[in-house]
């Protein structure tokens, strides 16, 4: 068996993050303020974020630069390992070479600290003290409080009322790095308790948890908010993935023909994506880019490529992206950072462009593919990593089938310890396929705000 | 700041593991024949375990070659890294140099699958198709879980039953890898059915679990057992820890003049300390090697060094060791990985010969401890590995009062993601110091086996 995984020194750790927008062929719509329907500047946005983070935001600069403190922290688990999954190729008995970036390395165990950190450093260069933020699952919510122990600042999260009742050991965690955390819809923000005004048992959604994020950075002059995904600069602090899975494939002399990620928000999915795709831009090699996402929530397969809010309450400005309509509430799967009701706007965008592809599984397909996995090569993947590994799968299966020996990255963007809950259920026969109402969903697209051409 | 993380290139990964047993000054006491009082040869135990893991058990070479296979699988997470805890030492104020070995990032969380792994692979080699096996927390169990995945064995793992119900993640993990998982005691055997017979509630322990394992394996021809600890051969598997560490110090230019690791039976401390004992007892330089361990379970600093047997039901052979005795049943605190009434021969021994010392704490200055490293580093220690976390934070305070910038090197021998239902009774003030009765330690101690001098 040849080498299995790729680590890469140190010294060679991207010290700048790819920003595509430099290399677009159009630029993407922008972003509309939703009074006036004029693009926002700048000081739309300060109330929210430090300037730096806005800057990185509308930036069209290729490179910019990652600061040391954040690579320093980066050091601790980074760069992450790029890994041959032999042992799935032999169980699929496909000539297909499978490749993983393995993000589950964190200490929150997910690829979210690598937005979460450079925020937190941002926010507290910029004087902060506090941040607010919402949470599906919790892998973003302990990501920031991860980064809120680092540096000094105090973190409030939101996190979505069935994934903070599925999920205790997420909520843990964030306690554990000093963070407090409360279900959404909360009694905290107006927005809150809006919500719960009609439904006291609202299961909530990331776009209400974001209302109440907002709402609280947004009235309080000592907080800011932090996003885990959807944004230009998270997704731009997720390409240090991409970059470094670049340097490791190049070490294992192979370079992909797919490149499989699962998208929610999209942050993932750009992390891996991105430099792939900008390379081609660039005049290199085309590959197939492959976004997963989950059947019950599908905005790139089924939304509207539309201007919609990005929360519930229409606190946020207005951005082109497909979308489910922003009071769209998904049911209640386990892959609870995938459950969003649009798609980051650069990601909707490139898929406009056709320079990405997506293809939506329901979960209980996803964690077949995941045990799969896990008695492979011994990982056992975060229900949202489980969407990757099913897309990944199939390419492989399709190689199989077409006698085709393609070279298939992907990223396993978070282990599943503090999962398990559902792999019990998965077990136990209890698992199903959700979907959502589509009179709902009709609903919700009907209501997407007008915007003049 | 200076370097945080020290990996070592794959190709430096250990050939071969280092076996103590060569460098003694005075050979450990024999393993008895309970009936005979005879030393047990490798026929005695042929029931139980493959002859290659019996010839590691009583041989003197001082090196043993890591088969190919078993460093092939080790390649998905070693080396392991050596991380230096700089933001610990600035929140600690301590002039001394703190590093720990992170064994946490393995699939299954902790050290234990160092082991597992070979353990499963040499089974496998001897045509061995079952493996039976007992767990405390679950670490052990869902590494062997793991392993039996990856070589084609069926595992079944009897589970202390207050970590049964404590922690159904780790059961979880276990189904996932393919593993069966039972409460222990059960009415699986003669061994558990008598104890449930005296108390159907009764919480179970390690001692009884292995009487459990080790009875299914014995009437049964196509199953052979496997411990995650005490044994020999297991704490050889565990010495990669240690060598590795050794060169990833030489890389940061340092040499530890305290190693500490946490105890239950022995296997991690082994891991991080036998290569640096034995260095020492050919000449090296001397250093403390401290052993750190439940108040709630204390054998190295309570126990009496006696001959014992292994398990509840007397079922193994006689081990001269410290222990509590075979019938004690320690309080059900959270480090279950820690809670067996005897410790490793091999280490009892060395501690008879003055090499180590041992320490104990309660558990909640174990969790303040492990609260404060991970606010400070980032990682969520698993509860065993906040003794290693507590008492290397004792060095560092002594170092601070003494004025001494000494180094110190710890064991992080898990993390803590499947046990973060302790941390929450941690910071709902529900986690209290547990102590076991002196009276029952007593009885437990009265009751140790009579063996001619």
Redesign the interface.
């Known amino acids: 068996?040849s080498?299995?995984?790729f680590?890469l020194?140190?010294s060679k750790m991207p010290t700048h993050w790819y920003n595509i927008a430099a290399d677009l062929p159009v630029a993407a719509p922008p972003v509309l303020h939703p009074g006036t329907m004029q693009p926002v500047g700048p000081d739309d946005l300060a109330p929210l974020f430090p300037m730096e983070l806005i800057m990185q935001e509308v930036s069209t600069e290729r490179e910019i630069p990652i600061p040391e403190p954040v690579r320093?922290?980066f050091?601790?688990?980074r760069p992450a390992p790029l890994?041959r999954a032999h042992?799935l190729e032999k169980a699929l008995g496909t000539p297909a070479k499978i490749y993983y970036k393995y993000e589950g390395?964190s200490?929150?165990?997910s690829h979210k600290p690598n937005t979460a950190i450079p925020q937190a450093w941002y926010n507290a260069q910029a004087g902060i003290k506090k941040l607010s933020t919402e949470t599906g699952a919790g892998q973003w919510g302990s990501s920031l409080a991860?980064a809120g122990?680092?540096f000094g600042l105090q973190v409030q999260v939101f996190q979505v009322r069935v994934s903070y009742d599925q999920k205790?050991?997420?909520?843990?965690?964030m306690?554990?790095?000093?963070a407090s955390c409360v279900a959404s819809p909360s009694n905290l923000t107006n927005a809150g308790r809006a919500i719960l005004a009609q439904n006291p048992e609202h299961p909530g959604s990331l776009g209400i948890a974001i209302s109440e994020a907002v709402e609280v950075a947004a009235t309080n002059d000592d907080t800011k908010y932090a996003l885990g995904s959807v944004l230009n600069h998270v997704l731009l602090h997720q390409t240090i993935i991409g970059q470094e899975a670049m340097l490791q494939l190049e070490m294992a002399g192979d370079d992909p023909d797919v490149v499989v990620g699962c998208t929610g928000g999209g942050s993932n999915f750009a992390g891996i994506a991105f430099p792939f795709i900008g390379q081609q831009l660039r005049g290199g090699k085309k590959r197939r880019i492959v976004a997963v996402e989950p059947a019950a929530c599908p905005s790139l397969t089924r939304g509207k490529y539309a201007y919609d809010f990005g929360d519930t309450a229409h606190l946020t400005p207005l951005t082109k992206m497909h979308t489910l309509g922003s009071t769209f509430t998904p049911p209640g799967f386990h892959a609870g950072g995938l459950r969003y009701h649009g798609m980051a706007p650069m990601v909707s965008h490139l898929k406009e462009l056709g320079l990405i592809e997506a293809t939506a599984y329901h979960q209980v397909a996803c964690f077949e593919a995941g045990?799969l996995f896990?008695?492979?090569?011994?990982?056992?993947p975060a229900p949202e990593a489980n969407h990757a590994v099913k897309g990944a799968i199939a390419e492989a299966l399709r190689c199989k089938a077409e006698g085709k020996s393609e070279v298939i990255l992907f990223n396993l963007c978070g282990?599943g310890?503090?999962d398990?809950?559902a792999?019990?259920q998965y077990?136990a026969g209890k698992l199903t396929d959700q979907s959502y109402d589509e009179a709902e969903l009709a609903m919700a697209l009907s209501g997407l705000p007008s915007v003049p051409a």
Chains 1, 2 share one sequence.
């Open positions: 068996m080498q299995t995984k680590l020194d140190e320093e922290v050091r601790l688990w890994i042992r390395v200490p929150a165990g991860f122990a680092l205790p050991y997420r909520r843990a965690l306690e554990t790095y000093g045990v896990a008695r492979a090569e011994g990982i056992v282990h310890h503090f398990m809950a792999y019990t077990f």
